[in-house]
């Protein structure tokens, strides 16, 4: 079984800066990549990046000024760093993995952007 545990969230004030990690473990095999989501309430989840085992990476263009995403692949630890969050920023932030198996996503974490 794998498990995808979401980290770092919380309150923060609009121009600051948070950083997400998700962590996998258990029987993980060989591992595509994974990816970052969030959810406004009443509303669909969106993607906000994605990074594969290479390192290449994906950020929406919605947030590639101010989002960036990397990956410690011993770890199984994928990171999002969230600079300048604004109010429209708040959200559930999931993430998922993306392995041979399958997909596993995590419960998410939520980021409140407010002053």
């Known amino acids: 079984q794998v498990q995808v545990v979401e980290s770092g969230g919380g309150l923060v004030q609009p121009g600051g800066s948070l950083r997400l990690s998700c962590a996998a473990s258990?029987?993980?095999?060989?591992?595509?990549?994974m990816g970052w989501y969030r959810q406004f309430p009443g509303k669909e989840r969106e993607m906000v990046a994605l990074i594969d085992n290479d390192g290449l990476n994906s950020v929406s263009d919605s947030v590639k000024e101010r989002f960036s995403t990397s990956v410690d692949n011993p770890k199984i630890t994928a990171y999002l760093q969230m600079n300048d969050l604004r109010t429209e920023d708040t959200a559930v932030y999931s993430c998922?993995?993306?392995?041979?198996?399958?997909?596993?996503w995590g419960q998410g974490t939520q980021v409140t952007v407010s002053s």
């Open positions: 998922n993995l993306v392995q041979t198996s399958g997909v596993t």
């Open positions: 258990g029987s993980v095999d060989r591992v595509y990549a």
